[in-house]
């Protein structure tokens, strides 16, 4: 009974962790990060200023920053929704320490907890130090591995125990495509952070070549002084190119590590094989799409959600190559 409430809270979990990292992709793309200048409140309130006492109650708070309604309430929906996420999972480490005699994971959700609390430090970092990009990609990653460990619990619990398996000895292949996935996850925060999604208008080539002229060093320098606005980025446009042509790069070692295995796992019968390749392909047609159509807003919105997808199959797949009772000849 334990294990069946548990994996019902879990599971609720990974549905509103995909909301959360889709409702971060969103206000990021339409330039709310900073709709409310303060955390966790919104110009001090907790919910957006609308009436003309409150919002001139809120520029004298903040006379640098104006209120933009529209801006402000997707970034407190984010915060909402982040809230009750945290909230769930303090729910779902006391019952797991309530009935820790019970044959249920135990340092799992704790430290799902703590990734969680820090998460909520990083929201506010995300604020206090104005977009700063590595806080924000920080910030991406921790929501991507925090709905991984969601749904490594339901595996855990039992999720996916008659799923049928192919056979064992990809592991090696497997923990790899899992790496790439995550590095190809991280530089996607890392373009989007530092504005770099519009770098190329053109595909498969930018800007009619396919090795233009860039600045590597600029593109990734992680040690960017702290202090500045980084609403709408603060890179030239050749540390932008830089940034979008390793993303493609990275686009193109998924699609051949995460293929390749994809294709293993058909011909092997495992039932994964086909889901895995379905998402790859979706996710590597978003990507082209985001280009072609100049970011439009519901395409770069869903790509984030099928990255968030990909990773889950990868988990999956990861997680019963390395757990050996799951594998059966």
Same mark, same amino acid.
């Given at each position: 009974?334990v294990?069946?409430?548990l994996?019902f809270?879990?599971?609720s979990g990974?549905a509103?962790?995909?909301v959360v990292?889709?409702?971060g992709?969103?206000?990021?793309?339409?330039?709310?990060g900073?709709?409310c200048p303060d955390?966790p409140g919104?110009?001090g309130?907790l919910?957006?200023?609308?009436?003309?006492?409150?919002?001139?109650?809120?520029?004298?708070?903040?006379?640098?920053?104006?209120?933009e309604?529209d801006?402000a309430w997707?970034?407190m929906i984010?915060?909402?929704?982040?809230a009750?996420?945290g909230?769930l999972?303090v729910?779902?480490?006391?019952l797991?320490?309530a009935?820790?005699r019970?044959?249920?994971?135990?340092?799992?959700?704790?430290?799902?907890?703590?990734l969680?609390i820090t998460?909520?430090?990083?929201?506010?970092w995300?604020v206090?130090?104005?977009l700063?990009p590595?806080?924000?990609?920080?910030?991406l990653l921790g929501?991507?591995a925090t709905?991984?460990?969601?749904w490594?619990m339901?595996l855990?619990?039992g999720v996916?125990?008659g799923?049928?398996v192919g056979?064992?000895?990809?592991?090696p292949h497997i923990?790899?495509g =899992?790496a790439?996935v995550?590095?190809?996850?991280? #530089?996607?925060?890392w373009v &989007?952070s530092n *504005?770099? $999604?519009l770098?190329c208008?053109?595909?498969?080539?930018?800007?009619?070549?396919?090795?233009?002229?860039?600045?590597?060093?600029?593109?990734?320098n992680f040690?960017q002084?702290?202090?500045?606005?980084?609403?709408g980025?603060?890179?030239d446009?050749?540390?932008r190119?830089a940034?979008q042509?390793v993303?493609?790069?990275?686009?193109?070692?998924?699609?051949?590590v995460v293929?390749?295995?994809a294709v293993?796992?058909?011909?092997?019968?495992?039932?994964?094989?086909w889901?895995?390749a379905g998402?790859l392909a979706?996710?590597?047609?978003?990507?082209i799409g985001n280009?072609i159509?100049l970011?439009?807003l519901?395409v770069?919105? =869903?790509?984030?959600?099928?990255?968030?997808?990909? #990773?889950l199959a990868?988990? &999956?797949?990861? *997680?019963? $190559?390395f757990?050996?009772?799951?594998?059966?000849e």
């Amino acid at each position: 009974m334990v294990r069946k409430r548990l994996l019902f809270l879990c599971a609720s979990g990974v549905a509103l962790a995909i909301v959360v990292v889709v409702l971060g992709a969103f206000t990021r793309l339409v330039d709310a990060g900073l709709g409310c200048p303060d955390w966790p409140g919104c110009y001090g309130f907790l919910t957006v200023p609308e009436t003309p006492q409150e919002v001139g109650i809120a520029e004298a708070r903040f006379p640098d920053v104006p209120v933009e309604a529209d801006k402000a309430w997707w970034e407190m929906i984010h915060r909402y929704f982040a809230a009750m996420l945290g909230f769930l999972v303090v729910v779902i480490v006391g019952l797991v320490v309530a009935n820790r005699r019970a044959d249920v994971p135990l340092k799992l959700p704790i430290f799902l907890l703590a990734l969680v609390i820090t998460q909520g430090a990083f929201g506010a970092w995300t604020v206090t130090l104005k977009l700063w990009p590595q806080v924000v990609t920080a910030h991406l990653l921790g929501g991507f591995a925090t709905l991984s460990l969601l749904w490594l619990m339901c595996l855990r619990l039992g999720v996916g125990v008659g799923w049928r398996v192919g056979r064992t000895g990809l592991s090696p292949h497997i923990g790899f495509g =899992l790496a790439v996935v995550i590095v190809q996850i991280a #530089l996607g925060g890392w373009v &989007t952070s530092n *504005y770099a $999604a519009l770098a190329c208008g053109d595909f498969p080539t930018c800007h009619g070549s396919f090795w233009p002229q860039m600045n590597l060093a600029a593109g990734f320098n992680f040690m960017q002084s702290v202090g500045p606005n980084y609403l709408g980025g603060m890179l030239d446009s050749e540390a932008r190119v830089a940034i979008q042509v390793v993303h493609r790069a990275g686009a193109g070692l998924v699609l051949i590590v995460v293929g390749a295995l994809a294709v293993r796992l058909i011909r092997s019968g495992d039932v994964l094989g086909w889901p895995l390749a379905g998402i790859l392909a979706g996710q590597i047609c978003l990507g082209i799409g985001n280009v072609i159509w100049l970011l439009p807003l519901g395409v770069a919105t =869903l790509h984030n959600a099928v990255g968030a997808l990909l #990773l889950l199959a990868m988990v &999956t797949v990861s *997680y019963r $190559a390395f757990r050996k009772e799951l594998i059966v000849e």
